[in-house]
């Protein structure tokens, strides 16, 4: 799957994904009360939203919260044990100075102190900045940096190349369709990256060991090899059994893709009113007959 292909699937998620969270839906609550005379009422309420309205609705009572909790921290002892009014007036200050310089941070740094901040300006600013954020975790998931944060090479540009170069070979050849199959790739990758630093840490410990050892015999002794303590052989033991765990995880994970795509039957729509199934046997069923 070359550059351009990679490019274009992406899109295609985030497009649909945003249509997702746009698309309406019907969600139900059922409210049980007790009425003045004793009996039990129940109402059931309908309310139409979307994801994407729902999110909002949560992050504006996140940042009341963390309004809330700015002032607790100022009313107390270690917050100098302020009156609850004197608390609301340092908490106001605070998000003053919060406002002036929150479009500077990165979004990983963005708290939810500093959206409440832009919340009591404006509401609808601070749901920019969160969407600003949202969008840079999109970005930092389908251009590996997060897995590449989660292997812990995200620090040197050569490791996190060599990461990416991992990762996009098992791209090319599998092709992940969907973010499922996506996130099965990052932990084919994590877990080989891994699996990688691992063996080679087992084997720099093994062998400089053996080379300082072997200094020391002919310095020191005429012939034969000097067994390391038991604490240097113990951390020999735990390279190789991290490598091998690592081993042990990239195939339990290559084994849960390929039973993903032999599991899953294809489904073909050929028009508005026929849908073929795939069967295991290679056997299309057509459901619109059946129905």
């Known amino acids: 799957m070359n550059e351009k292909r990679k490019t274009r699937q992406y899109e295609v998620d985030r497009t649909e994904r945003a249509a997702r969270r746009r698309a309406p839906r019907v969600v139900k609550h059922n409210y049980g009360m007790t009425a003045p005379g004793g009996g039990h009422v129940e109402i059931e309420r309908e309310l139409e ?84 954020v949202r969008e840079a975790a999109d970005d930092e998931l389908e251009s590996g940096r997060r897995g590449a944060t989660v292997a812990g090479v995200d620090c040197e540009a050569y490791a996190h190349a060599q990461y990416l170069a991992i990762r996009d070979s098992f791209a ?25 630093y691992w063996t080679t840490i087992a084997h720099q410990r093994a062998t400089r060991k053996h080379d300082e050892q072997r200094k020391e015999l002919q310095r020191y002794e005429s012939s034969g090899w000097k067994s390391p303590y038991q604490s240097e052989a113990d951390g020999i033991e735990q390279a190789h059994r991290l ?48 129905s």
């Open 49 to 132: 939203t979307t994801p994407e309205q729902a999110e909002a609705r949560q992050i504006v009572v996140q940042a009341a919260r963390a309004f809330i909790g700015t002032v607790e921290f100022y009313k107390a002892e270690y917050g100098g044990a302020k009156p609850h009014d004197e608390a609301v007036k340092e908490t106001i200050k605070l998000n003053e100075w919060r406002r002036g310089y929150v479009e500077g941070l990165r979004p990983e740094e963005v708290e939810w102190g500093h959206i409440a901040a832009v919340a009591e300006a404006n509401v609808g600013d601070a749901l920019k900045l969160w969407a600003r």
């Open 172 to 196: 090319d050849q599998w092709e992940p369709q969907g973010g499922i199959e996506s996130a099965m790739i990052d932990m084919l990758t994590v877990a080989f990256s891994l699996q990688m």
């Open 243 to 290: 490598a091998d765990g690592y081993n042990r995880q990239f195939l339990r994970v290559l084994r849960q893709m390929r039973d993903l795509r032999r599991y899953a039957p294809p489904v073909i729509v050929n028009n508005g009113g026929q849908v073929n199934v795939a069967t295991d046997g290679g056997q299309q069923v057509n459901l619109t007959k059946l």
